[in-house]
Each structure stands twice: as C-alpha cells, then as structure tokens.
C-alpha cells in the first residue's frame, strides 16, 4: 500500500520518460506497431510510442486521486447520513433513506454515462459524478447495520445509563459497523477506479493524453493477442492496488472490531 | 457528406475486385452476412446520409444513373442505371432521361416517368427536411418548394410515360454525381404514402433484393428478388447485416466464419492479419476518396492570425502519423484526393506552384520562423489564449489528436485535447466562434472536386447552425474561383479553376492537411464477386458463395 | 404489515416521480443542444424547427415543460427517437425483455457461484482455500467488465467455439444459448463481490453472542450455521440484491456494448453517444422503475428475515 502511495506521489519524478512523449525512432517497429520490453523503454511502448512505465507511474496519480478523492466524497456522505438516519430514526432517516432510494433508483453507471456526456468528458466531471453517486451504497449498509446495533443489549444498557446520543453513536454503534465500511470503502475504491476505467472505454472518461489505468487499458485492450503487455501491465497495477486496498480493510477490521479477535 | 460518417472506399486492386477470385461460374445461393458498429439508421432514401444506410439502399433501390462496375481509384465511370441513356442541351441547362423499359418496382408495378418526379420532388418537401435537397438544388423551382409556396416542382416534369426532363438554374456539371446519389432513388409513391410513418422501415424499390425482416438494433435481412427485372435475380439468396458489434468481434467473427467480409479493423487486427498465413493473402487495402487535418477556426484566436495558423499547418509531422497507421495513411499535401480532377502532388508541381503548399507538409523550421512572426508567440512562448483541440474517441481520431498535440508542443504551443460524442461534436464545430481547432475528415459524398472544395470552404457554406464551413475562412478571390468553377463546363477548364482555388486554401491554411486513408477489405475465400465500391463501401449486388450453403459456417475452412 | 406495504407503495410512485424530475432536468435543462433541432435533423429549415418547437411546447417556460413532460410520461408517452422517429416506447419494448433475460442469467450466476465460495471461505477462515477462493475473487472483481468480456468471449466463442461471438441467436434456444456468455460476463463480477460480502458478513455473525448461545445450546454445527449464521448473514447480501440491478443494468452497458446484445443497455450508451435524449431518458425510466420494484421487494424481504426491525 505504502509503495503504491509513494509511486503516486514519486512517480512524474521516477519516470524516465515525458509520458506524453512519442518516441518514433526507437518506440514503435517498422510497421508502426509498439516495441517489447527493452533497454530504451522498460516495459515497452504503447500504440503511440510512448513508455508504458512512465505512463503507468504517472497514471498511478491520476487513478489514484480518482479513486481517493471520489470514494472519499462518497464514503464521508454515505458513513454519516447512514450513522444519523440509522440512530435517529423518524423524519431524517425518511427523508435520508428516501433521497437513498431516488438515487439508487437511478442505474449508477448508466447515470454517470449520461451525466458525463451531458456534461464534458474530463477529469472534474468524472471524479464529480462518481463521486456524488457513489454514497447511497454505504448509505444504506452503514443504516442497516446501525438498525441492528441499536437493538443490540449493549446499546439499551448504554441508553439506559443515560448516555449521549453523541457518545453512543460514536463509541458505541461506530466500531460496530467500522468493519463493513473498511470493506466497501477498499472495494469502493477499487470500483471507483474500474468506474473511471469503464468510462474511458466508452469513451467518456479523462482525456487523452492523460494515462489513467482505466484509460490504458481501453487503449490497450485491442492489442490483447500482439502485445498483451499493454492491458496486463495497468490490469495488474490495479489489482495490486485493489488487493492492497483489502487487505489493509482486513487489517484494520481486525484490529477495529472488539468481537472479532479470532 | 458529414464528415466521418462515410469511409468510402475505392478499390485499386486491377485484377479481380475479389482476392481469391477463382475461376468458377457464378452459382445461385447462399447467405451473405456482414455487420457494423451501427445500426442501419433509416431505409428511406430521401433521408439517409451515412455509410451503413447508403450500403442497405443500394440492395434496394436503383438511381437513374449508375457507377460502373469497373469504377476503379483513379477513374470512376457513369452508365445508365434505370435511365438507358441521357442528354444535356448545349448551354446545359436541360437534361433528358430516357428510362429503361420493363422496370418493376418489388409489389410488381411498373416503373414510369411520374416515379421519378414524384421522388425527387419529395427531397423538397419541407417536412421531411432531406439532405438529397442541397444536391438537387440546381433544379429550377426548388427554392420555391423548400420555403413552401409551392407543392410542384417547375424544373421538372415527365414528357411522356419513359421520358423525364430538368431544368437547371445554372449549368452544373456534377448534376450526374447527384443523380447516381441515393438521394436520386425512385420510389414507388403509393407505397410511401400508404406506409406513412413506416415507409422507412418498410422500403420498396426497384433493386435486386427486397427488406424481408428488420430487427431494430439487432438485423437486418435482404432477400432476393425472384422476379427482378433485369438481368434477373441476384446469385445470393439473401443477405444479413449485424448491426452493434465492436471491430475486435467482427474479426473474431470472420475468423470464426460467422461474417463474410469486414472492412473496419483495429491496428492490432489489422497487423495480426497481415502477419498471418491465412488472412495475410486475403487482405485487401484499397485508397479511399478521402482528406483528413485539422479545422482551424479563422474566427478565434489564435488561429485568426494567418502566420499562426501556416506555422501550426507546417509543424505536424504527416510521416509519424503514417508510421502510427502502420502506414495506411497516406500523406498529402492537396485537400482534392487522388483519381480527381485538382489533385496535386508536391513533387509534380513547379518551385512556383510549391510555393502555395509549402505549409502544407512538415518542416519545423518554416514552422518554427512562421510561429515566431505570430502575434500569439513571444521569444518562442505561446502567449495566446488556452488552445483546446476538439477530437472523437475512435481510433483514428485519437491517435492523430494525440501525435499534433505533440508535435505542437514540440513548437512551443501548448494545447488540450477534448473528446467528445459525434452529434456534440458536429453541432460545435458547425457554430461560429466556439471550436479552434478539431479533427477533421472530408469523404465525399461524389467524387468531384466540388465536393471537396466548395462545400467546405465556400463564404456561401457559413451558417448560424451546422455550418459546412467550419474553418469559417471566407475569400473574396477563392470565392470567385468556386462559383466560376461550379458552372463550368469545360473539365480543362474547371480542374484549372480548382487547381488554383485550392491552391489558394493550402496558402491561407484554415486547415492543416494531412493525409488520405485506405480502407481495408477481408473477405471470406468462397465470397466471390464482391466489390469494395467507392461509393457503396460495400456492394454485394454481384456476389456469389463458391459453395452455396444456409450460411457461412466455419467456412473458409481452414481452423 | 398492510400498512407497511401501502406506504411502501406510496413511497415507491413518489420516488418513481422525482426520478421522472431527475431525468427531465438531465435531459432537457443541462444539454446545451436545441430539442427541436435535434428533432427536426440537421438539414431542416428553421420554420420546421419552430413549428416542432411550438408541437412539443419547447417555447415554453420549464416548469411548463415540465408539467407536460411528467404528464405525458404518466400517461406513457417517452416521446420518439430523434435518430429515427422510433417511439421510444416501442424502442424500450423490443430491447427489455433481452436485457432481463441476462440480467435474471447474471443472477443466477452471483448466487450460484458467489454465495457458496463465500461461505466455504469463511467457514475454512485463515485457510489456504480461504486465501485462494479470496484471490480468485479479488481477480474477479478487479477485472473491468471489458476485458472479462473480452477474454470470455474469446475464451469460449472463439477458441472453444461453443457459444456464438456475440448477437442474439434465432430461435427460444438459440437466443438462450447466446445469452450464457454475456450472462456469464455480467454475473462474473457481481459473483465475486458476492462472495466476499457473504464471507464477510458471516464472520461477523459467527463472532456474535447469539452464535455462541446456539452453539453453546448443542446444535449441531449444521444447523448454527444454516439457521443462525446465513439468515444473519443475508441481510447484507439482500440488500446488496436490490442495489444490485441497478449495479446489472449499469454492467449491461459494457457487456451489452460487447457482445452486440440488442438490450436496453446498449439501447441507452448508443443513445448517449447520439445524444438521443428521448431514448437515454426512456432507458432511465424504465430502469429505474425497475429498480424502484426491486427495493420494494427487497424491503419486504428484509423486515421478513430481521423481524428485530420495526414495520411501524
């Protein structure tokens, strides 16, 4: 995770070429296609002749702050909307749970494709548009979780003792559902890049020549039988980022959850 | 044409228009199958004006003049379609059809003189709004029927039941282009108006196959006329179009066997093909009538500043976007494509003649020198308004966006590149004042020098909404040139006013020219008879299966 | 329990109506293009833009619009295709029922697939089966629908050649047929989300008291497991259900996209990408709609499994 963090905060430093650069000379072969793994390019070049590892190391900001930023947005909302409308009941969690339901009512990513066309392809809309859609999910568990918490024994005696509301809701009911939300905020930002990436293939998403994962792979995914290494190389740069991801939630949970010790 | 929709394709390939042709006979049978990214948008030919329709309207219905079947790249010929011969009077105004006899439309009437006024009288019904309308235009009495005083078209009229005879304003010498147009089709008028709303889902012509069924977004099926008229009916007994697969699938497809012929590829694929034992052979690039560059709005800073624009023209490096295309591009200097009238090549003209297309071909330093005299750069520092370059998200557009953008930022002159949805693309850069510069392609809608050159660059061609013009450059002198040019009718003479209004474009540079495209044909080994066709992309009118089978199974046979 | 499902109903046409609001605004205030003229085609005068301006009350103020739109939408109206003059709704019928038909296939997939891995990882926690079904599933979910696609497709289409590369086959059985792989390539995500989520969720019912009691009380593990552990456990997992159409209707896009599935999904992306309003909005709708009765269903099944939750 660390290292991943580090190469998006390094990497415009670390990368030995301009990731925009289009090297003709030695970065495509005689018939215009990209060049394997070599001395001049590490990892080889793309369809344009640019070095896939500076991309990659570059485009690790770019993914990375779309899916930081964008679950951050929609994690923050959905965590306390979910925690309030859950605890409190009555008219705010009504009107919470119904503005949950207009929103889940809409088809996510058939929203954010509209919402996305409509508006400009670029990379404020799609971190806008992912992000404020993305709550309702957490929303929604983060609630369902504090409703069966709230009837939990623990929480009556907390009551009973004349608790805050405050405190029980934040000493009490939130490191009971902390674990939930450490797994759907690490999936959350896994998704949140596949979203941005999935965008990209349909050509809405940020643009060129800016190399997000997501971007690179619908670039390369045409490449798959000549050189695989186009869609192998930003694939396997978000699935370690994603696996990185789990497993810190499932660090964390363990550490987080007090009944979860075994 | 809009631009983009159409990648029309020519073939050059001067034996057999098949790869593979064989010996055999042509035998009857078989199915046809082919598909698209698209769906066919409307089979109604008044209104239909983009690749995959034009190639559906073409099983369907008949023009009264046609491309012969030897139009190859350099030359494409006119014959006789429905009409068996026509006349242009002397000063050329008036033309004369004489129509074929014993034309049946599909329900089995005949066709006669009355068809042909009332379908092309329809391209000037206001309602229907019809893109046919710009290139019937010249008829006398046109303008009257589009603005709706009249119902009845003055320059044309039937003599007698085989004989039909227009008036034009002015004397046009690409009136024949725009008869062999499928805007030019004849249609059947009591099918139209019996079908109404459905007559575009349901045609009638008088075309060798006929619509059987039309599974919107899905397929498509044509199938033989048994009792067409002349020279019979087709060899194949029916053909599909797939409408939505992705050009990836459609190669999976054909390798599979389940298409016979695709004509979009990826570069990968194409590579992949050309490498490979079986489909190497087979493959077939063949030049397209096309141009493609950049659009720079003579309107907007900074490309209001002609030593800006010349220096951006001069700093694209048209060789890498060759080497990009894995050579499939060919550069060019002349926004008249080869096998036309006006085409010019940089090594065929005189020091003098050069001296107008100078900016027109890479050279860093002229680019650099004509930069540096623009009032938007400063000791080499672009000091001008933030450029943003209006690009789609296919492909081609891409990578050519992507490679200027480069090469510009190697000039000094920074710049954005925004993708976008086609419609939004086409509705922006057709308004005045809101794009600098786009990724732009030209396909003909005929093969002429007009169509290159007048339609784009004209002064008349500006508009408030989806102006033609969309570099909005606008010369009093290149103006004269066009509208003398346009009622010409000496060919000497008109390439000559051409030559030099085009010559005067590529000076002024509202936009860089870059290069021509080919197209690419594979085709299943058994297909034979099919043609890739200027204009038609595909035509299967004439195509025959070596072994007649329900459909192309794992066919070509060798897995 | 009556009462509960009428305001549930009531609730269910309220959100339906601010979905119908969200579409409008998206359709006819945010795009900078001209209704009309996108109607009227490119090539039409300016008279017959003005008249289909005047037709359709496009000169009038929004919240007139408005009213009219939401009023016509009531009465079923989607309006028509610019691309095509296609009513909308006739577009929406013919491309429902294919998108259903993978969307029910992708469930059948997640269920059967992502709800057994996950119990089976949990129930052999901290194991090297545990380890592997998780990684498998992270893969899974880590994979952009695209490149699944892709890969399945020519995986099983093209190198094995038992299904057909992508379209709708002729027939009852050829269409269902061609349905397994875009089945296969919309369920393969969702199966792996399930999994983890079913793991998930059961280890933190398994670590509950009441587990401990019904094991302490000398159930058999079977039955603790069956009984105690899945019910708790599922509640998360039928929520997740309901969200989940929406999360397949979305998913339908790319798979439909990829596959040439003449669905809804691909009805509404080529509408996007034409900026046919009309249909992107109809696809809205009618998805959400859809939706809308999933989250109802799902509500019931909820208050059913946790009777602890109030109806009241």
């Known amino acids: ?262 | 044409m809009s631009p983009l929709l159409l990648l029309l394709a020519c073939t050059a390939n001067p034996d057999g228009l098949t790869p593979g042709a064989g010996n055999t006979a042509p035998v009857y049978g078989g199915t046809f199958v082919y598909a698209d990214e698209d769906d066919i948008r409307t089979l109604d030919p008044a209104i239909g004006y983009d690749e995959v329709s034009w190639t559906a309207m073409h099983l369907v219905f008949d023009q009264l003049i046609a491309y012969a079947p030897d139009t190859d790249g350099t030359e494409v010929r006119m014959v006789g379609g429905l009409a068996e011969s026509w006349d242009v009077s002397e000063d050329g105004l008036v033309w004369t059809f004489r129509l074929r006899p014993g034309v049946t439309f599909h329900n089995g009437r005949e066709l006669v003189a009355d068809d042909v006024v009332y379908s092309w009288t329809r391209l000037f019904d206001p309602e229907l709004a019809s893109p046919g309308a710009d290139f019937f235009g010249g008829i006398s009495g046109s303008q009257a029927m589009l603005d709706g005083e009249t119902d009845h078209l003055a320059g044309l009229v039937a003599l007698d039941t085989r004989t039909v005879q227009v008036t034009l304003d002015a004397p046009d010498a690409t009136f024949a282009n725009a008869v062999a147009m499928v805007f030019g089709s004849v249609v059947p008028r009591e099918e139209v108006e019996a079908r109404g709303e459905q007559w575009a889902f349901s045609p009638v012509g008088t075309g060798p196959f006929e619509l059987s069924e039309w599974q919107l977004g899905e397929k498509t099926v044509f199938v033989a006329d048994e009792d067409h008229w002349e020279p019979g009916r087709p060899y194949l007994d029916e053909i599909v179009h797939l409408a939505g697969y992705p050009r990836t699938v459609q190669f999976l497809k054909l390798e599979a066997g389940e298409l016979s012929q695709i004509n979009r590829m990826s570069s990968p694929d194409y590579l992949w093909a050309r490498q490979d034992e079986r489909w190497g052979p087979l493959l077939q690039e063949v030049p397209s009538i096309d141009t493609y560059g950049e659009m720079m709005n003579t309107e907007l800073p900074p490309f209001d500043d002609l030593a800006f624009r010349q220096g951006v023209a001069a700093s694209i490096d048209r060789e890498k976007l060759k080497k990009l295309r894995n050579g499939r591009y060919r550069p060019t200097i002349s926004w008249v494509p080869p096998g036309l009238a006006a085409h010019v090549e940089w090594d065929e003209l005189s020091a003098d003649e050069q001296h107008a297309y100078r900016y027109q071909r890479h050279d860093p330093a002229l680019a650099k020198q004509r930069l540096s005299e623009s009032r938007y750069m400063q000791d080499g520092r672009y000091v001008g308004p933030p450029i943003v370059y209006w690009a789609l998200s296919d492909e081609a557009s891409l990578t050519t966006a992507q490679s200027v953008q480069q090469d510009l930022s190697l000039a000094g002159v920074p710049m954005t590149v925004k993708t976008t949805t086609f419609p939004a693309y086409l509705a922006a850069v057709g308004q005045p004042k809101t794009v600098q510069i786009a990724y732009t392609a030209w396909v003909m809608d005929y093969p002429d020098p007009r169509n290159f050159l007048e339609v784009i660059f004209s002064c008349d061609m500006r508009a408030e909404q989806n102006s033609q013009n969309t570099s909005f450059y606008c010369d009093d002198e290149t103006e004269r040139l066009l509208d003398a040019a346009a009622v010409e009718v000496d060919p000497d003479v008109r390439a000559d006013l051409y030559e030099r209004a085009q010559a005067r474009i590529a000076e002024a540079a509202p936009v860089a020219i870059e290069y021509h495209s080919t197209s690419l044909s594979l085709v299943q080994p058994r297909v034979k008879g099919f043609r890739v066709h200027p204009i038609w992309t595909r035509d299967m009118r004439e195509a025959w299966l070596d072994v007649p089978e329900g459909r192309p199974t794992r066919a070509g046979g060798a897995r | 329990m009556m009462a509960f499902l009428s305001r549930r109903m009531a609730w269910a046409v309220v959100t339906l109506w601010l979905v119908v609001s969200g579409s409008f605004v998206l359709a006819y205030v945010m795009p900078a293009s001209d209704p009309a003229r996108m109607m009227a085609g490119p090539h039409a005068s300016a008279e017959v833009v003005q008249r289909i301006r005047t037709e359709l009350y496009l000169d009038r103020p929004l919240p007139e619009q408005y009213v009219r739109y939401v009023g016509r939408v009531a009465h079923g109206d989607l309006g028509q295709s610019y691309r095509n003059k296609e009513p909308v709704t006739a577009a929406l019928a013919r491309s429902l029922p294919w998108t259903a038909l993978i969307a029910v296939g992708a469930s059948l997939v997640q269920l059967l697939i992502g709800v057994p891995i996950g119990l089976f990882a949990a129930l052999r926690r901290r194991s090297l089966a545990d380890a592997a079904a998780m990684a498998v599933a992270l893969v899974g979910i880590s994979a952009p629908t695209f490149l699944t696609g892709l890969g399945i497709m020519y995986v099983f289409g093209f190198q094995l050649g038992w299904f057909p590369l992508g379209g709708l086959g002729d027939g009852f059985f050829g269409a269902l047929r061609s349905a397994v792989l875009p089945s296969l390539t919309l369920g393969i995500a969702g199966a792996a989300y399930y999994s983890r989520l079913t793991r998930g969720e059961y280890l933190d019912v398994a670590s509950r008291d009441f587990m401990r009691t019904a094991r302490a009380k000398g159930l058999s593990e079977r039955l603790v497991v069956l009984k105690h552990g899945m019910r708790n456990a599922l509640i998360p997992v039928v929520t997740f259900f309901g969200i989940d159409l929406g999360v397949l209707l979305g998913g339908a896009v790319v798979t439909e996209t990829i596959f040439a599935w003449p669905g809804m999904g691909k009805l509404a992306i080529d509408s996007v990408l034409q900026q046919d309003f009309p249909v992107m909005l109809g696809c809205v709708v009618v998805a959400s709609a859809a939706i809308v009765t999933a989250n109802l269903v799902v509500d019931l099944v909820y208050a059913w499994l946790d009777p602890r939750i109030r109806l009241g």
């Open chain 1, 1 to 262: 995770m660390a290292s991943v963090a580090l190469v998006a905060l390094l990497g415009p430093f670390l990368a030995p070429w301009d990731p925009a650069v289009q090297d003709i000379a030695t970065g495509l072969d005689a018939s215009g296609a990209p060049v394997g793994p070599g001395a001049a390019h590490l990892l080889g070049t793309d369809a344009l002749g640019r070095d896939v590892l500076s991309r990659l190391l570059v485009g690790a900001r770019i993914s990375l702050l779309v899916g930081f930023a964008a679950t951050g947005i929609s994690m923050g909302i959905g965590l306390v909307i979910g925690l309030v409308s859950g605890y409190f009941r009555g008219i705010i969690d009504t009107v919470a749970m119904r503005s949950v339901d207009v929103l889940m009512s809409f088809p996510f990513l058939l929203l954010c494709i509209a919402l996305v066309a409509v508006r400009e392809p670029g990379l404020d809309n799609v971190l806008l548009v992912l992000g404020l859609l993305g709550w309702t999910t957490m929303a929604r568990v983060v609630r369902g979780k504090v409703l069966a918490e709230r009837e939990q024994e623990y929480v009556q005696a907390a009551r009973a003792l004349g608790l805050g509301h405050g405190r029980i809701l934040f000493r009490h009911i939130l490191p009971n559902v902390v674990g939930p939300v450490m797994v759907l905020s690490t999936l959350g930002v896994a998704s949140t890049i596949l979203a941005e990436s999935v965008l990209s293939y349909l050509g809405l998403g940020v643009p060129p020549p800016t190399p997000s994962w997501g971007a690179m792979i619908s670039e390369g995914q045409a490449w798959y039988r000549l050189a695989p290494g186009l869609v192998a190389a930003p694939g396997l740069c978000i699935l370690v980022t994603v696996l990185g991801f789990n497993l810190l939630g499932e660090g964390l949970r363990d550490v987080l959850d007090p009944r979860d010790a075994g």
